[in-house]
């Protein structure tokens, strides 16, 4: 790779030398670079424009996406760190804000994208007219339809493969004692209510024509509350190293061609490639849902 020239010249510097020497052919430029001699060099970037590349870097970048503060070892085991050490898990509580006319009008619109279908072009509609009296902010009834196969199975998938391997390790005290940061998360996980989950997606089912964003609120609770706990540790690789340490301590005490190993390394695969669709498309697949339950101005 050809090496970058050196930064000699102070911004803008270039330019009017140009202009001062005019218009010049190839060969006389190379005729006057021969006289008058000196490096070859570029301008200095003006350090307010590198301020602001750095403001918008920082304004764009998404809280959530902090990742854990320790570096795996090449075995792909996290090292043995104290729990203090690590990144500490922040809880956030629900707040229940009442909305304004134009927060449900922009919320309806984001709702209604061909990415979230959360709402119907009729519910889109009845939107505009949610200051007349006996307005019901209904919901898709194909979003509540299809909430098992877009949900339920996803976290399922994640929540009962987690629950068999954490079943799997045989010295649990000694597991968290080892690295208590991702027993932590792991426990989170497996403390998903998906029973609840699913109680609550057929409850709404029973009634999917006339399913409003106030008869979700518990579903949200229900989807959000563990996404929230885990909302400062990224899916890859705080979660999925985390997997892989259960995975190893639910292995450790099994010969290697062991049938056990084999079936808890196909539930490590499920839940590894379900953490990306939980933790990533699910949870921003959701949003505008979350956001006509709460309001946005509860985390300004």
């Known amino acids: 790779m050809a090496e970058r020239p050196k930064e000699l010249f102070n911004p803008g510097e270039l330019a009017r030398t140009r202009k001062n020497l005019g218009d010049l052919t190839e060969e006389e430029a190379k005729r006057?670079?021969?006289?008058?001699?000196?490096?070859?060099?570029?301008?200095?970037?003006?350090?307010?424009?590198?301020?602001?590349?750095?403001?918008?870097?920082?304004?764009?970048?998404?809280?959530?996406?902090?990742?854990?503060?320790?570096?795996?070892?090449?075995?792909?085991?996290?090292?043995?760190?104290?729990?203090?050490?690590?990144?500490?898990?922040?809880?956030?509580?629900?707040?229940?804000?009442?909305?304004?006319?134009?927060?449900?009008?922009?919320i309806s619109l984001l709702c209604f994208r061909s990415e979230y279908r959360i709402k119907s072009f009729p519910n889109l509609v009845a939107a505009y007219f949610s200051f007349l009296p006996g307005y019901k902010n209904r919901i898709n009834p194909l979003f509540i339809k299809t909430l098992n196969s877009r949900v339920y199975n996803h976290i399922e998938a994640l929540v009962t493969s987690c629950r068999i391997l954490y079943a799997g390790v045989e010295h649990k005290d000694i597991a968290e004692g080892r690295d208590p940061y991702f027993w932590k998360i792991i426990k989170?996980?497996?403390?998903?209510?998906?029973?609840?989950?699913?109680?609550?997606?057929?409850?709404?089912?029973?009634?999917?024509?006339?399913?409003?964003?106030?008869?979700?609120?518990?579903?949200?609770?229900?989807?959000y509350t563990p996404l929230f706990l885990l909302s400062k540790i990224h899916y890859d690789p705080g979660i999925k190293d985390s997997l892989e340490y259960l995975y190893t301590m639910a292995t450790a005490s099994l010969p290697p061609k062991n049938l056990k190993v084999v079936k808890l390394r196909r539930r490590y695969t499920i839940a590894f490639e379900e953490v990306y669709h939980v933790f990533s498309e699910l949870k921003y697949g959701l949003y505008p849902l979350l956001l006509m339950v709460i309001s946005p101005k509860a985390y300004s």
């Open 188 to 223: 989170t996980i497996i403390e998903w209510d998906i029973e609840g989950l699913e109680n609550e997606i057929s409850r709404l089912k029973s009634f999917s024509a006339s399913v409003t964003a106030e008869s979700c609120t518990n579903l949200v609770r229900k989807i």
């Open 32 to 106: 006057v670079a021969g006289i008058l001699g000196g490096e070859i060099g570029i301008e200095r970037t003006d350090e307010a424009v590198e301020q602001s590349y750095k403001h918008l870097a920082d304004q764009n970048r998404r809280k959530h996406d902090a990742v854990l503060d320790y570096h795996p070892r090449r075995d792909g085991l996290p090292k043995q760190t104290e729990g203090p050490k690590h990144q500490k898990i922040v809880t956030t509580q629900f707040k229940e804000v009442k909305q304004s006319y134009f927060e449900r009008i922009r």
